[in-house]
C-alpha cells in the first residue's frame, strides 16, 4: 500500500511533508448491521406509541373524550372539544342514529303479556344498539329506524347497575352516534335530550335545556353507587327512557333513564357517558358487563377496612385465597372502608382482570390476587 504525504506550514510559515494518516472505513457489513438495528427500535418505538394505543376491536365505539386510568386518575388535562356546532338542526342529523326499540314481555295485558317500548342509540356501525335495561328480559325485541325500516334484535347483555341493555341487529353501514367525555360537563352546561316517538310520522323529538346538576350519586340495595346527571332538557315523548342527552355538538354524554315530575317542573336524570362506554366494550368485546362481574365475599365495613364474613364455594375470591375473618384494608393499593368502596373499585375491571387484596390475617399482612370472572 502506497503512503501518502500533504505539504503542512507550521507556525513559523515553514513548509514540510508530513505522513497522512487515513481513517479506514467500517465494513460495509457493520455499517448495514447497524442500520438494521437503529430502524427496528425506532419501528418498535412507533409501534408501540402510534400502533398498538389505537388498534381497535372489529366493532368500533367512537368516543372523542379521554378514558381515566382504571385507577380512577386522571392522567393529564383533557383535550380540548371541538367548537360547539350549535342545537340548531341537531335532530335532523341525528334521525338515523335513534330509533325506537319495542318489546312484548309475559304477565300483564289481556292477551297475558305487555308491551314495552323507548328509545334507542345505534352505538357502531354493524348493528350494535343502546337502549334502557327494560329490554334485558323481553321477548321479541324490536328495532324501528326514521325510514321505516324495522329489525328484530337480539339481547346481548345488560347491566341493571346503569340501566343499560345492548341489542344487536343484523344490519351494517349504520350511523353510530359518538360520545363524549361526561367528566367534563359542568353545572349550567346547555344540553339536549333527543327521543324518539313509535309513531313514526312524528319522527324524533328534541328538548332543550340545561345541566342541573352532575355526580348525585345514588347508592343501590347491593351497595353499588352510580352517578347520574339531572337536567330540565325532558325528552316530549312517553317513551323518554333511552333517550340520548347531548352537548351542543352532539355528542352523547348521557342517557336519560328516569323522569320526575314536580310542583315546579319536570327533570330528567341521565347515566354519564363514561359509564355507558365502559358498560358497552365490555359487554361488546368480553360478555360480560363490569357490574356482573364477582368477587364472591360477604363483608361488613369496619373502620380499618371490610371484615371477610363469607366466601362463596367457587368463587374468584376462594380461588384467590380469601378466607373468612380476613380485614380487607387496600384494593388495588387502594385504601377501602366499605363493600361499596371494593365494588366501586371492581367496576373498574373487566373479565379476566386481576385485583389484588391487601389483607391482615392472623398478626400478618399480606397481599392476595384474584381473577374476576
Known amino acids: 500500500m502506497s503512503k501518502e504525504y500533504s505539504w503542512q506550514q507550521n507556525e513559523l510559515g515553514e513548509y514540510s511533508y508530513k505522513l497522512t494518516v487515513k481513517k479506514k472505513s467500517p465494513p460495509a457489513w457493520l455499517v448495514g448491521a447497524i442500520s438494521a438495528v437503529v430502524v427496528c427500535v425506532v419501528s418498535l418505538g412507533v409501534y408501540t406509541k402510534v400502533v ?8 368500533v365505539i367512537s368516543y372523542s373524550g379521554q378514558k381515566a386510568p382504571k385507577d380512577g386518575s386522571v392522567d393529564g388535562q383533557q383535550e380540548q372539544t371541538p367548537e360547539a356546532t350549535g342545537f340548531e338542526g341537531m335532530g335532523e342529523r341525528l334521525d ?3 330509533v325506537t326499540v319495542e318489546a312484548t314481555s309475559p304477565g300483564g295485558g289481556f292477551f297475558g303479556q305487555s308491551t314495552y317500548s323507548a ?3 345505534v352505538v357502531s356501525a354493524d348493528g350494535y344498539i343502546l337502549s334502557d335495561n327494560s329490554f334485558a328480559t323481553g321477548n321479541n325485541v324490536m328495532v324501528y329506524f326514521s325510514d321505516g325500516n324495522e329489525y328484530p334484535a337480539e339481547v346481548i347483555g ?9 341489542l344487536k341487529i343484523d344490519k351494517t353501514d349504520l350511523t353510530p352516534v359518538e360520545f363524549g367525555d361526561s367528566s367534563t360537563v359542568l353545572s349550567g352546561t346547555r344540553v339536549a335530550s333527543i327521543g324518539r316517538i313509535l309513531n313514526e310520522q312524528l319522527g324524533t323529538t328534541l328538548s332543550l335545556g340545561a345541566i342541573c346538576g352532575v355526580n348525585n350519586s345514588v347508592t343501590l340495595q347491593n351497595g353499588q353507587t352510580v352517578n347520574l346527571l339531572q337536567t330540565d332538557a325532558v325528552p316530549e315523548s312517553n317513551d323518554n327512557a333511552g333517550s ?6 352532539g355528542r352523547v354524554i348521557g342517557m336519560v333513564t328516569t323522569m320526575i315530575s314536580t310542583n315546579t317542573g319536570s327533570i330528567s336524570l341521565a347515566i354519564p357517558s363514561n359509564d355507558i362506554v365502559q358498560v358497552l366494550e365490555s359487554i361488546i368485546n368480553v360478555g360480560v358487563a363490569p357490574s356482573g362481574l364477582v368477587i364472591g365475599i360477604r363483608g361488613q365495613d369496619a373502620d380499618y377496612g371490610v371484615v371477610v364474613e ?5 368463587s374468584p375470591a376462594e380461588k384467590g385465597g380469601l378466607k373468612v375473618g380476613d380485614l380487607i384494608m387496600k384494593v388495588d393499593g387502594t385504601a377501602v372502608k366499605s363493600v361499596s368502596e371494593i365494588n366501586k373499585i371492581r367496576d373498574t375491571h373487566s ?3 386481576k385485583m389484588v387484596f391487601g389483607i391482615y390475617r392472623e398478626g400478618e399482612t399480606m397481599d392476595i390476587e384474584i381473577t374476576l370472572e
Not at 310 to 314: L, Q
Open 52 to 59: 398498538l394505543p389505537n388498534m381497535r376491536p372489529t366493532t
Open 96 to 98: 338515523n342514529s335513534i
Open 119 to 121: 328509545t334507542g342509540m
Open 158 to 166: 345488560s347491566d341493571a347497575r346503569t340501566d343499560c341493555t345492548v
Open 244 to 249: 340520548a342527552l347531548l352537548d351542543s355538538s
Open 310 to 314: 363469607a366466601v362463596n364455594e367457587g
Open 351 to 353: 373479565a379476566g382482570d
